[in-house]
Structure formats: C-alpha cells, structure tokens
C-alpha cells in the first residue's frame, strides 16, 4: 500500500480540520495509509508524524485551527534540516505529502520538490488569500464572515455615538481582506498597501459630511499600510474633528468556526491534491481561478506576484 502525509504550515485557517478529514477519508477510499505530520515543518524534522485513522478525525469538521497544529520553521529554511524531515518521510516509506499553507510555507514546498525525489502538492490555505494563480485560499470566506461581524457590532456603538472607527484587518502585505469588508460593510475609507493613499484627499469630503449631518465614519485599514490604525485615528480627531477610536481586529481573523463554503472547497482542494500525487504530479499546487480547479507547478506560483481583482478595486473607488 502507497502512503501519503498532510502537514499544516504557517498561519492558521478556519477548515484546516475539514480538510484533515477528509484527506483520511480519500486516502482510505483510494486504497491509501495516511500519515499525519504534526507541527509543520518542524515535526517533519523533528519526526513528529503518526499514522492517522478514522477514529482521529471524527468530531473536528466544526473546529478552526489545526489538530495538526502548525508552525513557521525557519529550520526547514535550512538545506541541512531538510534532508533530515525527508528522511523521517523516507523511513515510513512516505512519497507524497501534501502541504496546507501560504507563501512561506509554498517557498519551504519549492525547495523540497526541487532538492528531492518526493511527490509535493500544495493546497493554498491562507486567510491572506495571497496565493498567486489562486482567486481562492481556505479559510478566506470564514475569515471575511468573522471580519463582517466584528465591524457590524462595531457600527452598532459608532451609531450611537458622534465617533470615527478605524478596523484594522491583517492580510500582511495584501489588502484582499480589507478590501472585500470594506464593500461588504459600507465603509466610508479604505486603506491597503496595494494603493498609494493621501489623507488629505479624504478631508474635504469628510468635513462637509460632518457639516451636513454625518455622525460616524467606519473606516477599514489593512495591516501593511505607511500608517497605523491608531496615527488614522488621530487624524480623524485632528483634521475632521470628530471624536475616534482605533480597532485593531488581530487573531481573532483566523479562528471561528468554519464557514460552509469553507467546509465544501477544503473537501474539493484535497480531492484535486490526492488525484495530484496519484497522477505523479510532482510539485503542483491546487489552484482555484474563474470558479475552475488547476494545477499550476510550484514554480509558477512562487514566482508570480498575486494582484488584487481589479472589478473589486473598481468597486471600492469611492472609498480609495
Ligand atoms: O498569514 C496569516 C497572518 O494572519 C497574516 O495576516 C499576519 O500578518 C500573520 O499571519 C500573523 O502571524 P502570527 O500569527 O505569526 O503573528
């Protein structure tokens, strides 16, 4: 019988788990031994990898995080430690291994399948939704849901009083989340690094609706931007004169229970890996683009810079 491992690496998402299970269903189905690898990376090298069974994935579908846990290795960043987590592989007689993570965790992937004789597959999982060749990353969707929620109950209190709220989402250094909240909650301001902004643009403006009756401002800035979400804050209260408080939304982005798109795509993503590695692709991601599956090769997407969907950034005009 061929064996497969699953590892989790990098930032946490919501429905990690979903796919968990399902990657011990399909292997089982496909006439499979699943192994898991615990802690990403750094238990690939440290052998922290453990056959897996039914029994060890009933009750998770509903659970965020990772019961694989996961880590950010800058061990396996080493060519030196990278032999000894192929080796642990190795030993358990293991030549496929799919990988659940973002950008970092693709380029740890890149190097493995250019190093060694192992069959990689990558299933984007981010809630950064940075993944170039990718529209889709797990995790996104319950991510934007929890966002919506977050700045929803915010509204509630900034209705209620005469107040600037600045929501800052994280992302990195891409703006996806906070661009699609911003439309999704009818925000007055966008901030994200992907676009050149000058605060000054927005004072005018911001001044003749506090004239006119305005009461509140929801503004949603993204990590990664030259500002913070307290210094937006401040200027809120110096240059439009309105009274406000800063939001940072943190970790609190990654958790929750997983959304039912999120559940559906995590079966989809592991499905499309599995038939991957037992096609003998070597080194592809799943990639998900115009509401199709591909494989694009590991190449290809850790050399490509992922740009933000124009139609959404057209959308967001007003608020840029
Ligand atoms: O990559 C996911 C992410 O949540 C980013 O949005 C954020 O910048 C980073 O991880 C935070 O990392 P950590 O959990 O290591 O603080």
């Known amino acids: 019988m061929q064996s ?8 946490d998402v919501s429905s990690m788990n979903a796919a968990i299970k399902h ?7 496909n006439s499979l031994t699943p192994y898991f690898v615990y802690d990403g990376y750094e238990g690939l090298i440290d052998n922290n990898i453990k056959k897996a069974s039914y029994s060890d994935v009933s009750g998770i579908i509903n659970r965020g995080g990772t019961m694989l846990r996961s880590s950010r290795s800058s061990r396996f960043m080493k060519y ?9 592989l190795k030993k358990l007689g293991i030549d496929m291994l799919i990988i659940l993570g973002g950008d970092g965790s693709f380029r ?40 919506k929620n977050a700045i929803d109950s915010i509204r509630d209190t900034a209705s209620s009083f005469k107040r600037a709220f600045v929501i800052e989402t994280m ?3 891409c703006g996806f989340l906070a661009l699609v909240s911003s439309l999704t909650s009818g925000a007055e301001m966008l901030l994200i690094p992907e676009v050149e902004y000058d605060l000054d643009k927005y004072k005018h403006r911001f001044k003749q609706q506090v004239s006119n009756g305005r009461n509140y401002f929801i503004a949603v800035v993204s990590e990664g931007i030259k500002d913070d979400a307290q210094s937006i804050s401040k ?3 110096e240059e439009i004169g309105i009274e406000s408080r800063a939001t940072i939304l943190g970790h609190i982005q990654r958790g929750s ?8 795509m995590a079966y989809k993503f592991i499905n ?6 037992l096609d003998n692709k070597k080194s592809s991601v799943v990639c998900h683009s115009d509401s199709n599956f591909k494989l694009e090769n590991i190449d290809d997407v850790v050399g490509t810079k992922k740009e933000l969907d124009c139609s959404l950034l057209k959308l967001a005009k007003s608020m840029l």
């Open 4 to 11: 497969i491992a699953i590892l989790c690496s990098g930032g």
């Open 171 to 173: 992302g990195r250094d």
């Open 80 to 88: 030196s430690y990278r032999i000894i987590a192929v080796d642990n």
């Open 257 to 264: 229970n997983p959304s039912v798109y999120d559940r559906l």
């Open 23 to 29: 990657f011990v269903e399909y292997s089982f189905e």
């Open 108 to 147: 740890g992937m890149h190097k493995l399948s250019k190093e060694f004789d192992i069959k990689v597959c990558g299933v984007p999982s981010t809630i950064d939704n940075d993944i170039a060749l990718s529209d889709y990353s797990l995790g996104v969707d319950t991510s934007l849901n929890v966002i």
């Open 235 to 237: 200027w809120f209260e």
């Open 272 to 277: 499309h890996a599995v038939d991957a590695l």
